[in-house]
C-alpha cells in the first residue's frame, strides 16, 4: 500500500462536523454572530502564540520584539482547519507568511474573501492535513487551534501535524480538556444555557486530555515546552492565560534539531 491509499484509509475528517462549519459563510466575519465567542477568544491565542514563537524564534541571536508591528516575520506558519480564517488573519497581520488549509470549501471561499478585503496575502488551499502531508513540505510553526476535538482520529491527525513541522520548528495546540469541569461549562453552559455556540458544535467524546495530548506529540517526535490554560474572566469579559486546564487549553511543543 503506498502511502497515498494510506492516508485515504486513515482520514482524519468528521464529514458532520466539516458541514456544521460550512453552513457559517460569511457569517465567520460576523463579530455578533454564531462565531462572535471565537472573534473574543482570539485575542488570547494571538497574544500567547506571538510571545512563544517570539522567544523560540531569535533574529540574529537576539529575541524578536513581542510588541513590533510585524513581530513574526520570516516565519512560515501552517494553520490547520483555519476556518474562516480568523486566526489566520490576526498572524499575518504580525508579518508571519501563512499557509491555511480546511476540508470545508465554503469555509476557504469565505476565508479568500475577507483576506482580499483586508489586503492580507494568505495562502488558502481547500484540504485535509493528510492531504498536505503527501504534497510534502515542512513549516516553521504548524497550529492545531480548536480543531482536534473535531477531528475523527486524533491520534492521525496529530501524527499528520507534526510530520509537517521542520527540525527546530513549533507546533501549538489548543482544545479542550475531557472533564466533568468542561462538559459542565463547554457543553451545557455554553451551547444550552449562554448560546455562545450553536447547539451541537462539541461532542464532549472527542475532548482531549493534556496527558493525552502531551503523548501523542511525543511518540511524534516532539518535546513538550509549555502548558497552560484558558480562562474566562466574566467581570472583564475577556479571556486570559490561566493555571487552570481544566476545559480550555494550549500545548506548545518543538522538534528538536538532531546534533549528530
Sequence with gaps: MDSQEKLRRDATIDPEDVGRFEKLGADWWNPN?????LHKFNPVRVGYLRDALCRHFPVDGKLRGRHEAHALTGLS??????????????LAQLGAQMTSIDPGRANIEAARTHAAQAELSIDYRC???????????????????????????VGAFLGYAAALVRPGGMLVAATLNRTLKSFALAIVGAEYLLNWVPRG???????????ELARTLRRNGLHIVDETGVAYDPLSGKWR????????????????????
Design 241 to 260: 492565560l490561566s493555571r487552570d486546564m481544566d476545559v480550555n487549553y494550549l500545548i506548545a511543543a518543538e522538534r528538536r534539531i538532531r546534533s549528530d
Design 201 to 211: 458544535t462539541h461532542n464532549w467524546n472527542q475532548f482531549v486530555t493534556p496527558d
Design 33 to 37: 454572530g454564531a462565531m462572535w465567542a
Design 77 to 90: 506558519i501552517l494553520d490547520v482547519g483555519c476556518g474562516g480564517g480568523i486566526l489566520s488573519e490576526s
Design 127 to 153: 484540504m485535509s492535513v493528510e492531504d498536505l502531508v503527501v504534497e510534502g513540505g515542512a513549516f516553521d510553526v504548524v497550529l492545531t487551534m480548536e480543531v482536534i476535538e473535531h477531528v475523527a482520529d
